[in-house]
């Protein structure tokens, strides 16, 4: 059993950076791949990044793409997410998941989920 926990989020302007942190606890970190996931109240869970196992290879969602940036330090068990020149629409809460093989960008193809953290961009 996994355990995650998000923090790092914050009130930030438009066009300001953040960095958001994913502690991992009860598992083998390095076994699982990792998303970040971002939810607003009335819609569904969206797709934010994902990165393999190994750091290697991540994948953005086209909205994201250029300005937020996925890591992980495995000896630190910890997942990043770097985001830069945020913009109003990037409020929400942020999620991040672990998932046992490969990486994915539905949020039912995860099996593990942290509490959440508060994102507020203000214009």
């Known amino acids: 059993q996994v355990q995650l926990v998000e923090s790092g989020g914050g009130l930030v302007q438009a066009g300001g950076s953040l960095r958001l942190s994913c502690a991992a606890s009860?598992?083998?970190?390095?076994?699982?791949?990792m998303g970040w996931f971002r939810q607003v109240p009335g819609k569904e869970r969206e797709f934010v990044a994902t990165?393999?196992?190994?750091?290697?290879?991540?994948l953005y969602a086209d909205s994201v793409k250029g300005r937020f940036t996925i890591s992980r330090d495995n000896a630190k068990n910890t997942v990043y997410l770097k985001m830069n020149s945020l913009k109003p629409e990037d409020t929400a809460i942020y999620y991040c998941?672990?998932?046992?093989?490969?990486?994915?960008?539905?949020?039912?193809?995860?099996?593990?989920w942290g509490q959440g953290t508060q994102v507020t961009v203000s214009s």
């Open positions: 998941a672990a998932r046992r093989v490969g990486v994915a960008t539905l949020a039912r193809g995860y099996n593990y």
């Open positions: 009860g598992g083998t970190f390095s076994s699982y791949a």
């Open positions: 990165i393999t196992m190994s750091g290697g290879s991540t």
